[in-house]
């Protein structure tokens, strides 16, 4: 067994007593986490074998290193309240690369969606969403790139603050296909919808410009509102529900997503898992929107 480091802190278990409890893992029985400092000074070394050892200096305590499941090197310890988690390095690459595979996809379903269009509407449709996936997916990289390098921290704000405004216009623009290309009864429906969900969408950016990570809660929940009104107002509306159930199926994979936006220091890899539910999410929601809202490729050829 050997000490494993997680963040500043290695994991170890006390024969005498709790060296410093944290809530994370104050539920492990046994085990407590001894931040860098501590360990120093008590002599004990993460990566050194496991033993029974007198701690320097302080002969009436023992300790010994506990193993623990290999995978928990690959997360940090839970952030506490107010603050950010601090992603392992592995965990850094994997939310880079999570995203940043989607980029080109995404442009080429953009260009895809255009050469199918045959009215303004459509190809407006098509340039809003496609876009749309590539701004998802460029600046949830940026911003991940940014983490990752220790850029300045008033520009990881700055790309957090996009970053998250950036979600918000997405699912404005998830909608607008659905609403700008099918037909509602009554008519003004569509538009009045598409309306309050672009004001419902700036409400969110400014929330975010003023409130950005204050309230961790409000903000998941606000997404999930901005996400889930509008397709309780396009049901009853629209006249053809074909494919509205390739609508709702997306939707669905990105709240399931969210217990892993929610995981990070409880779920190795949480925020790239978190990632992968977006990309399956608007990958479903695409193919909808390219099957059910525009020409078959051997109808417009
Ligand atoms: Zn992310």
Not at 22 to 51: C, E, V, W
Not at 242 to 253: C, E, F, I, P
């Amino acid at each position: 067994m050997v000490a494993l480091p997680l963040g500043n802190c290695i994991l170890v278990r006390s024969h005498s007593r709790t060296i410093a409890v944290t809530a994370t893992f104050s539920t492990l029985p046994g085990y407590t986490l001894l931040d860098m400092h501590a360990a120093r000074q008590r002599n004990i070394k993460p990566g050194s074998p496991s033993q029974d050892r007198k701690v320097a200096g302080n002969g009436s305590e023992q300790f010994f290193v506990a193993g623990w499941q290999s995978w928990h090197r690959y997360k940090n310890r839970r952030a506490c309240p107010g603050e950010a988690y601090e992603p392992t390095e592995v965990e850094h690459v994997a939310n880079i690369f999570t995203h940043a595979i989607s980029i080109v996809p995404a442009l080429c379903g953009t260009a895809y969606l255009v050469s199918l269009s045959r009215s303004s509407a459509q190809t407006l449709a098509a340039i809003v969403y496609g876009l749309s996936l590539v701004a998802l997916f460029g600046m949830s990289t940026a911003f991940h790139c940014s983490c990752y390098y220790a850029c300045e921290s008033k520009t990881k704000f700055r790309l957090h603050i996009c970053d998250r405004a950036t979600i918000f216009i997405f699912i404005g623009c998830s909608y607008t296909p659905w609403l700008l290309l099918r037909e509602t009864e009554p008519v003004y429906a569509g538009f009045l919808t598409l309306t309050v969900l672009w004001l419902m969408v700036a409400g969110g950016i400014l929330y975010q410009l003023k409130y950005h990570e204050k309230n961790k809660h409000l903000e998941t929940l606000i997404y999930l509102f901005i996400g889930l009104t509008p397709a309780a107002a396009i049901i009853p509306s629209m006249l053809d529900h074909r494919s509205l159930w390739n609508l709702a199926q997306g939707g669905a994979v990105y709240v399931v997503g969210l217990v892993f936006f929610k995981c990070d220091g409880i779920v190795p890899f949480a925020h790239a898992i978190w990632h992968l539910f977006v990309v399956l999410g608007a990958s479903i929601q695409y193919f909808a929107v390219v099957h059910h809202l525009y020409p078959s490729e051997a109808s417009t050829s």
